[in-house]
């Protein structure tokens, strides 16, 4: 520890100079070393806080842009060691933030302790084996992994909540295990619920014998109807015989065993609906996808969930917000049975504007077609969000900014689109795409008589990435919208050439073009353009920059999909029918010609289209068909448009 310590010491040289450009890389990798950390070495505040700390605060530059906390975990430590630590401000003048409110509120902060973890920490993450995770299973996972790997170097188990034979797949249990892969999480251990049906059952016979427990047969809508009424079931007083009679009835998957189901005798009074006598056993004759035909009952998650926890040695529970009123049902199955405590702890769900994360929701949208299936971009899934675009790292960054809070909002992917951008934005090379519809073909005076080629960087500040090929010649295409938007003898800039001037505008003679152009309902559609280059102009005083191609290359098709959100409403309410709401377009293509150096794409490239946004390749160019790429969201719109998109089809 005293090297680490050292070693930070001598890298706060790094924060001295008062020159942002200067101090910004350093104030990065503060920022990114500090990610899920309280301090900078260590569990406790150390030298190396102090040194950094007070070189930071003596630098005017470094402090004010701290600040704006736009490094949020830099800003989130600054403010932690300024407020634990009073005696350490030095005797600079403080410079005012921008907004108070904001540095306190944006981001989250995990640097709270969980009960008793002294003696080390047990934590699981139970998904359903019925679904692919979504985006709100993501924050579960994390967070568990966060206070099992990171915060407490303990353990991590996952654990199949596999009780539900009429809904569960092996294909949904591997593509668990590879999500979670992807998000950078490995479980110690893996268990499945399964594991302990026979356990289960004799817990289940025990509480029937000490009177814990009873047989039901009342229907589910009367039941219901009883618990709402805080009204006994007739059952309720049954004798101990007729309830293990009941039960063996249900074991064997008989037609008077699935009439029955099991029921904790718990308090049908209780102000607190989930302790009025909750089901924990069900009949169920179908086959189980691990355990075949063995099992013809099997016990609610309500009941399985506390007994494996302690079975399996788990200190916390974390769980979502929506299970405080089970924390009690929870605690008490602990108690009855006399196993081990477990403490409950809980932590607000991520919801989105917009969005569905109810799984028989997201289901229904697959059994109707109105997406393609669970990867499809425009579900929040995990992998649907990956195949849109979303990186690894930026979905890990923005999951744990939201912090442990206990508190329910509905969240805008705008935030979660532009944590993505920091991290593709430094490494997506640029490639140049022209629209297929009404393409301009453009006469360049001055070029050369033949074609010629020049290797450019990829990304004019990360040379790393590599070059690729520009073509030049006198004979381009450019978007219509750039061409609809030039006048005669204006100078604009070709990108990655020089600037040229419009010397003659030609525009369509097709009788439809001039009939929509007539009544306003389109502009004018330009049918030629002749430029004269003027390289030795100043592109710094051109107001257009427009992106070109030269059509003396091979040229390579290309699809680009944007989406819009799936439902109309920002948060559905429980009596909103799901039909109603639908967004009748989501998905939006459009036909374009990309440079040549596109061919070599790769399947999960993420690059970007020179003033068109940045993308993600679904389908290379493969066999003569076009290349199909995903448009990735970057800024607070929904569906932002395609610059130079005349003509959209919307499917």
Known sequence: ?????????????????????????????????????????????????TTVWTTLRANRVAHAYIKQS??????????????????????????????????????????????????????????????????????????????????????????????NPLKEKQEFQDSIIEDLALMGIKADKKTHTSDYFQGLYEYCIRMIKEGNAYADDTLKEDMAKEREKFQPSKRREASVEENLAHFEEMKAGTEEGVRWSIRAKID??????????????????????RTGTTWKIYPTYDFCCPIVDSIEGVTH????????????????????????YVYNWNFARMNFIRTLLSKRKLTKLVEMGKVWDWSDPRMPTVRGIRRRGMTIPALQEFILKQGPS????????????????????????????????????????????????????????????????????????VDQEDAQSFEQDEEITLMN?????????????????????????????????????????DVKKTKKKITWLSTDQDLVPVELVDFDYLITKDKLEPEDQLEDFLTRETEFRTSALADCNVAELKEDDIIQFDRKGFF?????????????????????KARPDLVGVAGVKAT
């Open 1 to 49: 520890m005293d090297t680490q310590i050292k070693e930070w010491q001598e890298r706060a040289e790094q924060f001295k100079p008062l020159n942002l450009k200067t101090v910004e890389g350093p104030l990065g990798e503060l920022d990114a070393h500090l990610t899920l950390r309280s301090y900078i070495v260590g569990y406790n505040q150390t030298d190396a806080d």
């Open 70 to 163: 736009l490094m949020i975990n830099l800003a989130r430590w600054f403010k932690f060691i300024e407020e634990t630590n009073p005696e350490i401000t030095t005797t600079l003048p403080e410079r005012p933030a921008k907004d108070e409110k904001k540095t306190r509120d944006e981001g989250g902060n995990y640097d709270i302790g969980l009960q008793d973890a002294g003696d080390g920490v047990v934590t699981r993450f139970p998904p359903e084996p019925s679904g692919y995770l979504h985006i709100g299973h993501a924050k579960a996972a994390l967070l568990n992994d966060y206070f099992a790997h990171t915060k407490y170097k303990g353990t991590l188990i996952l654990r199949f909540d596999d009780t």
């Open 268 to 289: 049908y009074a209780s102000t607190n609906g989930a302790m009025r006598d909750p089901v924990i056993y069900r009949c169920k004759p179908e086959p189980h996808h």
């Open 317 to 340: 529970a974390l769980r979502t917000t929506e299970y405080n009123d089970r924390d009690a049902q929870y605690q008490w199955f602990l108690e009855t049975l006399k196993l081990r």
């Open 406 to 477: 206990k508190n329910i909002v509905n969240l805008d992917w705008s935030t979660f689109w532009a944590t993505n951008k920091k991290y593709i934005d430094p490494v997506a090379a640029r490639y140049t795409a022209v629209v297929t519809a009404h393409k301009c073909p453009v006469t360049i005076i001055g070029a050369r008589a033949a074609p010629y080629t020049e290797d450019k960087d990829k990304h004019a500040k990360n040379k790393d990435i590599g070059t690729k090929k520009v073509v030049y010649s006198a004979n381009v295409i």
């Open 497 to 537: 050439w020089g600037n040229a001037i419009v010397r003659k505008i030609s525009y369509s003679l097709n009788p439809l073009d001039v009939v929509k152009s007539a009544v306003g309902s389109a502009p004018k559609v330009v049918s030629a353009l002749e430029l004269e280059l003027h390289l030795q102009g």
């Open 616 to 636: 993600r390749v679904d389908k290379p160019f493969l066999h003569g068909q076009p290349a199909v790429l995903f448009q990735i969201p970057t800024s607070a």
